[in-house]
């Protein structure tokens, strides 16, 4: 290490691999101070600067802020907080563009500036160092500083390293053509930029420090030479100017002539670098207690009247500091604006765009200044293989190669070639004769090898829950398999005891699975033009059922065991569940009388079912109070009204089938034969209006109205009307009642039908047996 | 006699070499990896089934097998490249059928209109939504494949594909902002 100071101190140094030496261009504001502006009217701060990721918000739209007041809180160790640059009252969170060459909008706070310029409370420390490494860290990540050069890393967590730190390198070397900031700053700050240096230096405990400047900056140098007198562990390096010097890597190699292992780190060579406006940053922060809040942009460009440095707070736009350093105003859309230096930088697509931690130039050229700015059209030519590109790679790559692979997409390939050590520097396309704007392939490439990287990441977690699930599934089979291999045993061995309980239970399944056969040969009958109170069909219904109760009878035992499948698989589910249950509870040895008189047993069990739900709806629904009066005031009369509160009821449940198959249907499809579909349902639905409004409040989630306009509409409509003469009409009720069978008779095949497929020739069939039933 | 020393010095010579090649075999097993797992590799893991397969180790069986390369929608084209290299046949394009929006999309839910079915839960291959019966679900953007499987299930329709929206962290830059000309 002697040897390296005294190479340093004897103005030796090393040289690092290619560099050019592009015009300068910095005498257009080199010689000038620093300017200060006058408060803009409006300020646009993104929520994010630099990388990592953005804090949370603490102030909401209408707040009123003052002058470094915390505006985010840091969540993450990489977060950085942002503060107001002014005093104002936040107008707006909203996205905004921000400065980032796709021109993408990010959240961004606009603040009215009130012009007062109000602090918030400061505490000023001159005494720093009384302070212990980690209060001064927590001043740093408190104040929002993260690198200034360029890259935006969070300052605090670069300081805070554990790690042998021999030498704290400073850059001030600022080899990008145009910009002046760090010149400037160090001409005319260089007494708190000691000051963070120092800072830095208790927090590091470097054993040497290096503040590198390039020889082109006579006066920065002479400026920090005067403020660092004294102080023996400071040396002040005047490197050669070459593009690009101030890249970590290559200032490294010429201060120390040691080489940063590609995917390594500085630090891991005991090395730090900072930059000149950062530990102006950190100087404020500590001492001043003063956020980042503003820093030095060099406004340049031949197309400005007064090229100048100037001090810009976050979050001014561009279009604001172009009308303080041009006299008329710019041609929108036809002037390049470059963020950035002319090597590194971006073309700006809006003048919206806020300055941020990390811009600290903005370059407006005129035409005979950089013509290819103003040349949409590019220039590029076949590659004559000179290898100039080569010759110049500071990070002694292959950018001839490379190009090769970035344009055939050949990534693999890239990664051999070691496109992640390319410094985006721009020197190949710089020199290339034939104007391949090369490091704009390698950022394509680069981005798309970030973005494959991330992919793969989620594939192989995507992978691995996939597994988890299909493992978990397998396991959930086999316990079930197995709980209800048991509870098939143990049922088995309940039935096979004979106990008067299993008895009962037995005679009561196969009384239940009788009544439903015999309801459905009712219904069936029912379908019938002819009106189910005719003697000749009751005849014909009692046979029937009889013969149907008898063979359900035989079937009761070997059904037990599936009986619920049963019961799913028949079409009538909704019909049918209700009566069941409810037989099942009641008697046991109804099972004659029921199967004889249908029509008697049908309007018991309507009558159960309307107390039942009266109940529910009582409870459940006090809105509809007066359906809920009709159905219970209708329910306990059975001789007279059985008819009406049976048909109430079926009716209900059809309105509800139908409404649900609808609700299936339309959802997967509209189809031609909807218009028919809806003359049948709004058939139904003008039945009876209560049992419809009964429905759509227990099926308020199946139906789901709002996204069926149709049938709500329908239901609507019916709703309303109808209400009022079904009570008293009597005569209609007994065409409704016939209409309502022959409408669950079309809903039940309907609903069959849907639930196998919805596919277009299965509603059509549904539609022909509507017709045929109907005719 | 010497004959017979000879042939038992070099059979006791050829015994030694083939057990200690048969035992270097064994020990020294290099684990090749099967082709099935290598084409796994190559798929997005979307497990989307638009393949018609369920997931995709098993289309990966089934390319193994001899079945057609150009049938994974999501991975698109550079996965049948990726394919196509690995089987050592020609590149197809992408499969008729498929021909859609290969935009990387998640699923969202509706949240106001999610009944909480759980139908959606099944169906997902990934487990990125996360409900219980009756209470709303909502999906787990950061696990969600993108695959597609749970909006038909879903009774209500709530579910959605929406486009992954472009930030600056997964914006690319436009190729097409570099004017490539062509030279005669």
């Known amino acids: ?775 | 006699m010497s004959i017979l020393i000879a042939i038992a010095v070099v059979g006791v010579i050829a015994a030694l070499f083939g057990a200690l090649l048969g035992f270097a075999s064994i020990r020294f097993k290099v684990e090749a990896d099967p082709i099935v797992d290598q084409l796994d590799a190559l798929l997005p893991q979307t497990q989307c089934g638009q393949c018609g397969y369920p997931g995709c180790k098993p289309y990966a069986q089934a390319v193994a097998d001899g079945e057609a390369i150009n049938k994974c929608a999501p991975g698109g084209e550079d996965t049948i490249k990726k394919i196509a290299d690995l089987m050592g046949v020609e590149v197809q394009p992408l499969d008729e059928s498929h021909e859609q929006d290969n935009r990387p999309k998640v699923a969202f839910i509706i949240e106001e209109d999610c009944i909480g079915c759980t139908k959606c839960i099944q169906a997902c291959p990934v487990d990125a939504i996360i409900g219980a019966a009756k209470q709303m679900h909502t999906i787990i953007i950061d696990e969600c494949t993108g695959c597609d499987l749970c909006v038909a299930p879903c009774p209500v329709d709530c579910i959605e594909m929406r486009v992954i929206p472009e930030t600056t962290q997964n914006w690319q830059w436009d190729i097409n902002s570099i004017p490539v000309k062509q030279i005669d």
């Open chain 1, 1 to 775: 290490m002697q040897s390296i100071l005294e190479r340093i101190t004897s103005g030796k140094f090393w040289s690092f691999h290619g560099g050019i030496h592009p015009p300068e261009q910095k005498a257009l504001t080199a010689t000038k101070a620093i300017r200060t502006l006058p408060l803009p009217k409006q300020l646009i701060v993104p929520l994010q600067q630099h990388i990592g990721g953005e804090g949370d918000l603490l102030v909401n739209v209408g707040d009123k802020v003052l002058k470094g007041q915390p505006l985010t809180l840091a969540s993450n160790p990489m977060a950085l907080p942002i503060h107001a640059p002014t005093s104002g009252i936040i107008t707006a969170i909203k996205k905004s563009v921000i400065a980032h060459p796709s021109g993408l909008s990010e959240l961004c706070l606009f603040i009215d500036v009130d012009g007062k310029d109000t602090w918030i409370k400061r505490n000023k420390n001159q005494d720093y160092q009384q302070l212990s490494s980690s209060e001064i860290i927590k001043k740093i990540a408190d104040a929002g500083i993260s690198g200034m050069g360029g890259a935006g890393f969070p300052t605090h967590i670069k300081t805070n390293s554990a790690a042998n730190i021999d030498f704290l390198i400073i850059n001030g070397a600022e080899c990008e053509p145009y910009i002046t900031a760090d010149d400037l700053l160090m001409t005319e700050q260089s007494q708190a930029i000691v000051d963070g240096i120092n800072i830095l230096k208790q927090v590091i405990a470097p054993k040497n420090i290096l503040i590198a400047i390039e020889d082109n900056k006579p006066n920065a140098i002479k400026a920090m030479e005067i403020a660092t007198k004294g102080l023996a562990h400071i040396h002040v390096c005047v490197v050669p100017t070459k593009y690009p010097t101030g890249g970590e890597k290559q200032l490294i190699k010429v201060l120390t002539g040691k080489e940063v292992p590609s995917g390594s780190l500085p630090i891991n060579c005991g090395i730090i670098m900072q930059n000149v406006a950062t530990c102006f940053a950190i100087s404020q922060a500590v001492i001043n207690d003063t956020p980042l809040i503003e820093r030095v942009v060099t406004v340049t460009g031949q197309a400005l009247d007064t090229p100048q440095n100037a001090w810009v707070l976050l979050g001014t736009t561009i279009d604001f500091l172009l009308s303080q350093f041009s006299a008329q105003p710019l041609e929108s859309g036809k002037q390049p604006v470059i963020m950035g230096g002319p090597m590194m930088g971006f073309g700006v697509l809006s003048e919206q765009v806020p300055i941020i931690k990390t811009s600290n130039c903005i370059l407006i050229p005129s035409k005979q200044e950089m013509p290819s700015a103003f040349d949409r059209q590019s220039k590029e030519v076949e590659c004559i293989r000179c290898g100039e590109c080569a010759v110049v790679c500071p990070s002694q790559l292959l950018p001839q190669e490379l190009q090769w692979s970035a344009k055939a997409k050949d990534y693999p390939q890239l990664e051999k070639l070691n496109l992640r050590d390319c410094i985006d520097c721009g020197a190949c396309a710089y020199v290339c004769p034939s104007q391949i704007p090369l490091v704009q392939y390698y950022r394509i490439a680069k981005a798309e090898i970030r973005q494959q990287q991330i992919l793969d990441i989620k594939a192989e977690k995507a992978k691995v829950r996939f597994e988890a699930r299909k493992l978990r599934l397998e396991k959930e089979k086999i316990a079930r398999e197995e709980k209800q291999k048991k509870a098939a045993a143990a049922r088995k061995a309940a039935m096979n005891k004979a106990t008067p309980e299993a008895a009962n239970a037995k005679s009561a399944v196969a009384a239940a699975l009788a009544r439903v056969k015999a309801k459905k040969a009712g219904t069936t009958t029912a379908a019938a033009p002819e009106s189910s109170k005719s003697e000749n069909n009751v005849e014909d219904n009692t046979q029937k059922s009889q013969v149907a109760a008898a063979i359900a009878r035989a079937k009761a035992k070997r059904e037990q065991k599936n009986q619920t499948k049963d019961r799913g698989n028949n079409a009538n589910t909704t019909e049918d569940k209700p009566p069941q249950d409810s037989a099942i509870e009641s008697t046991a040895d109804n099972t004659k009388s029921v199967a004889s008189k249908p029509d008697d047993k049908k309007a018991k069990i309507a009558a159960e079912i309307a107390k039942a739900k009266a109940k529910k709806e009582a409870k459940s629904a006090p809105s509809i109070t007066q359906s809920t009066d009709e159905a219970s005031t209708e329910a306990p009369i059975p001789a007279t009204q059985s008819d009406n509160s049976q048909a109430d009821d079926k009716k209900a449940k059809i309105a509800a089938a139908i409404a649900k198959a609808k609700a299936k249907k339309l959802a997967k499809s509209t189809q031609a034969n909807q218009s028919t579909d809806l003359e049948v349902t709004s058939g139904n639905a003008d039945v009876d209006a209560n049992n419809t409004t009964l429905t759509k409040s227990e099926k308020k989630a199946a139906i789901k109205p709002s996204h069926e306009p149709n049938i709500s509409d329908n239901i609507g409509s019916s709703n309303t009307d109808p209400s009022n003469t079904d009570s008293s009409n009597k005569t209609q009720n007994q065409a409704d009642d016939k209409k309502a069978k022959i409408a669950a008779a079309i809903a039940k095949a309907k609903a069959k039908k849907l639930a196998k497929s919805a596919n277009e020739n299965t509603s059509n069939n549904a539609n022909n047996n509507t017709q045929k039933e109907l005719t």
